[in-house]
Structures are given as structure tokens and as C-alpha cells.
């Protein structure tokens, strides 16, 4: 089981990134995603998640309104899009697949910096 992400990088303050999650190793579509950061000093928080299917989708209030979930299954990628972006958006995202109540399996973390 594998999960790369990127996409990653810095940017202004009001600007946009979009994350990228490729899985390998497991049927995508079995599993709900999430996506995580942790921000320097503060402990993990969940961002965002997808449902297998696509069709529920969550986000913590401090990103609802700015930040999209989606997941191409066919390619076995998940994305995050991140619009209007603040300082306090800046740490390591990371994906990570659900089981359960539980995310066993995660990526390795991409770097976003949000800063003028």
C-alpha cells in the first residue's frame, strides 16, 4: 500500500494549490480518504475527507467554504483543492486511507507554506 502525495509549495496569502494523493496497492474506491496537516507546533488535525464513492464529503470549519475534496478513481488519485489561502493554512499535508474508525495507511506529507 502506497500513498504519494504532492502538489505542495509556497504561496501568497488569497492564492490556490491543489493537492494530489496517488494510491497504489489497494482498490481505491473501498476506501474513504482524508486529508490531514499539522501545523508547525500544533498537534495533527483532519482537514478534509471523501467518502469511497465520492458523494459525502466533510471539512473542519476553518477550511469549509476555501477547500475542496475530490477523487478520481479511474486514476487512483485523491485532490484537495485549496482556494483563498491564509498563513494559518501553512504545514505538512498529509492522505491517509480509512478503515473503519481508523486511518492504518498514510502518505508521506507535502510541504504547503502560505506566506507574503
Known amino acids: 500500500v502506497q500513498l504519494q502525495a504532492s502538489g505542495g509549495g509556497l504561496m501568497q496569502p488569497g492564492g490556490s494549490l491543489r493537492l494530489s494523493c496517488a494510491v497504489s496497492?489497494?482498490?481505491?474506491?473501498?476506501?474513504?480518504m482524508g486529508w490531514f496537516r499539522r501545523a508547525p507546533g500544533k498537534e495533527r488535525e483532519l482537514v478534509a475527507t471523501?467518502?469511497?464513492?465520492?458523494?459525502?464529503?466533510y471539512y473542519v470549519d476553518s477550511v469549509r467554504g476555501r477547500f475542496t475534496v475530490s477523487r478520481d478513481n479511474a486514476k487512483n488519485t485523491v485532490y484537495l483543492q485549496m482556494n483563498s489561502l491564509k498563513p494559518e493554512d501553512t504545514g505538512v499535508y498529509y492522505c491517509?486511507?480509512?478503515?473503519?474508525?481508523?486511518?492504518?495507511?498514510w502518505g508521506q506529507g507535502t510541504q504547503v507554506t502560505v506566506s507574503s
Open positions: 491517509a486511507a480509512n478503515v473503519g474508525a481508523e486511518y492504518p495507511y
Open positions: 496497492g489497494f482498490t481505491l474506491p473501498e476506501y474513504a
Open positions: 471523501i467518502s469511497g464513492s465520492g458523494g459525502r464529503t
